[in-house]
C-alpha cells in the first residue's frame, strides 16, 4: 500500500498557510492565477487566517480557513468557488474549491464564508 507520512502533508498544507494573501470569490474554478484574481473574480479577502494542519476525518489531514465576514465584492455574478492565492513576488495560484452553496453577489457589498477545510487525503495504493 502506498504511504505518505502526515508530516510530508503538512508541508503541502503549511505552503499554503504561509503564503495565503488573498481569498478570491470566482464565478467558476479558476485553473491560473490570472484567472483566480481577475477573469473569474468578483471579490476578494485579505488577511487569511488558518488554522495548523490536523488529523483529517476518514482520513489524511486538513487546515481549517477561518470565517470571513467582510470580504469585498467587485463585481455582479453567482460565485461558485473559492481560490487562495500567493499575491506578491512569486504571484502564484495556491488552492481552489467549491462552495456549499452558489451565491449571487453585488459590486460594492461585502460578503461572508463559513470556516472550511483545505485538505488532502492519506495515500493510497494505484
Not at 494573501?21 to 487566517?49: D, F, N, R, V, W
Request: aromatic share 4%; glycine share 8%; net charge negative.
Amino acid at each position: 500500500m502506498a504511504y505518505i507520512n502526515d508530516t510530508s502533508l503538512d508541508a503541502a498544507l503549511q505552503d499554503i498557510q504561509d503564503n495565503a494573501e488573498e481569498l478570491h470569490i470566482c464565478s467558476q474554478e479558476p485553473a491560473t492565477y490570472a484567472e483566480a484574481t481577475a477573469t473569474y473574480s468578483l471579490g476578494q479577502k485579505t488577511s487569511l487566517s488558518m488554522a495548523e494542519p490536523s488529523d483529517k476525518a476518514g482520513g489524511g489531514r486538513e487546515a481549517i480557513v477561518a470565517a470571513i465576514s467582510d470580504g469585498a465584492v467587485d463585481g455582479n455574478g453567482t460565485v461558485t468557488h473559492w481560490a487562495i492565492v500567493k499575491a506578491s513576488a512569486t504571484s502564484r495560484l495556491l488552492a481552489t474549491g467549491s462552495l456549499d452553496e452558489s451565491q449571487v453577489v453585488t459590486s460594492g457589498n461585502p460578503f461572508t464564508l463559513t470556516a472550511f477545510a483545505i485538505g488532502m487525503p492519506d495515500a493510497v495504493s494505484a
